[in-house]
Structures are given as C-alpha cells and as structure tokens.
Nanobody, 122 residues
Framework: QLQLVESGGGLVQPGGSLRLSCAAS????????IGWFRQAPGKEREGVSC????????IYADSVKGRFTISRDNAKNTVYLQMNSLKPEDTAVYFC???????????????WGQGTQVTVSS
C-alpha cells in the first residue's frame, strides 16, 4: 500500500523553526515529484514548494521564498521541508504529495499524506 506520512509539526513561536518530514512506504520516491502544501482553516489548499525526482530543481511559493527549504534523501525515502523565520500566517496543516507527473504547486497529485499541524503563535 502506497503511503506518505508527515511528521515534525507542532507549536512554535514567531521567528522559530521547524523541520517537517515526509516518509514514504510501499513505494520508492526516486521517480516521484514531491510537493508540500498547506491548508489553513477556511482557506484553499496552497502549494508551498516542490522538488524534482532527483532533487535538482526546486520551486517555492512567493510567501515562503527565502524562509523555507525543500530537500530529499532518496536513500531514506524521505522528503523534508525546513521552515525558518516562521510567521503566524504560516499556521496551517501541512501536507506532502507525490506523483510521477510534474504538478509542482498545483494540488493534482495522486498520493497525499494525512497532514501535520503547524501552529505559529506566541
């Protein structure tokens, strides 16, 4: 069974950092594009970042550019999202998604994790 599991969310103060992980089971991520998305209450799901299958290409939404970094370790079958200088407006449930097709920040991926809550508050 193909499964993605996010972890690393939590409560952090403004200006703080978190690193999210997205671990795959039941398949290898080597040939998959990965996207990170987030959804705040009452808002649509928003693309945050995406990474190519080999990690050579990354894209970021303007709202997180310069603060977030996406990376992948195919040997560990895991993708990461390092989030620095967090702001209250970053508060949302964060999801990772995988697909062999290139969707990048469009939420059209075949496989999704269950999400992890990130709350930025003092």
């Amino acid at each position: 069974q193909l499964q993605l599991v996010e972890s690393g969310g939590g409560l952090v103060q403004p200006g703080g950092s978190l690193r999210l992980s997205c671990a795959a089971s039941g398949f290898t991520l080597d040939y998959y594009y990965i996207g990170w998305f987030r959804q705040a209450p009452g808002k649509e799901r928003e693309g945050v970042s995406c990474i190519s299958s080999r990690g050579g290409s990354t894209i970021y939404a303007d709202s997180v550019k310069g603060r977030f970094t996406i990376s992948r370790d195919n040997a560990k079958n895991t993708v990461y999202l390092q989030m620095n200088s967090l702001k209250p407006e970053d508060t949302a449930v964060y999801f990772c998604a995988a697909d062999r097709r290139y969707w990048c920040l469009r939420p059209a991926y075949d496989y999704w994790g269950q999400g992890t809550q990130v709350t930025v508050s003092s």
